[in-house]
Structures are given as structure tokens and as C-alpha cells.
């Protein structure tokens, strides 16, 4: 059985940093593209990060240069660095995972497997 668990979520004021982490169970992480995504009451999921099994990293171009997508393949867990967050950023946030030669960069829909959300909350 597939599990993946995010923490890390909170509440911030705009200029500031949160780290988030998700820890896989079940799949064989080190072959597996991981991603961040977050939806925004009222909003479209929306991708924000990818990290393939080579360290090849995709961002969406609101986040590029604020936000640092990063795995540790030896303790199956993704992470997502966020610095200079704007209330903008102000989400529930997701990770997911799948098999890369499945997954579309950031396309929710190609991505079986999902975790709970952390919600992340940024004040101005």
C-alpha cells in the first residue's frame, strides 16, 4: 500500500520560509518522479514542482527562484524549500508521486499516488 505523508505546513507572514516534507512508504522512491502541487480555495490544482529520479527539476514559473524542490532518496522523503512566500502562495499543498516514464511534469492528473495536504497559510 502506497502512503505518502506531508508536514512541515503553517502559518507565515509574507517574506518569510516554510519547509515542507513528504515521506513515501510502498513504492520504490528512488525510481519515481515526486512533485508538489497546491490548491487554493476556489482554484485549479495547480503544480508546483518536480523532481525526476536524476535530480532533474521543474518549476512553475510563479515559484522559480523563491522555492527549491529536493529529495533524499535514502530516507524516501521529498522536501519543498519556500523562501520569500507571498500570501499568494497560501494553499493546501500535496505531494505525488509516479512512475516517471507515467508522469507528465506537472500535470495532476498523470500522478497516481497523492498525499492528505499540508496547508500552508501566508499573512501580509
Known amino acids: 500500500q502506497v502512503q505518502l505523508v506531508e508536514s512541515g505546513g503553517g502559518s507565515v507572514q509574507a517574506g518569510g520560509s516554510v519547509r515542507l516534507s513528504c515521506t513515501a512508504s510502498?513504492?520504490?522512491?528512488?525510481?519515481?518522479?515526486v512533485a508538489w502541487f497546491r490548491q487554493a480555495p476556489g482554484k485549479e490544482r495547480e503544480g508546483v514542482a518536480r523532481?525526476?529520479?536524476?535530480?532533474?527539476?521543474t518549476y512553475t514559473e510563479s515559484v522559480k527562484g523563491r522555492f527549491t524542490i529536493s529529495r533524499d532518496n535514502s530516507k524516501n522523503t521529498l522536501y519543498l524549500e519556500m523562501k520569500s512566500l507571498r500570501p499568494e502562495d497560501s494553499a493546501m499543498y500535496y505531494c505525488?508521486?509516479?512512475?516517471?516514464?507515467?508522469?507528465?511534469?506537472?500535470?495532476?492528473?498523470?500522478?497516481?499516488?497523492w498525499g492528505q495536504g499540508t496547508q500552508v497559510t501566508v499573512s501580509s
Open positions: 523532481i525526476d529520479y536524476i535530480g532533474s527539476t
Open positions: 510502498g513504492l520504490p522512491f528512488r525510481f519515481y518522479c
Open positions: 505525488a508521486a509516479e512512475n516517471c516514464a507515467l508522469a507528465r511534469a506537472l500535470v495532476a492528473s498523470s500522478y497516481r499516488y
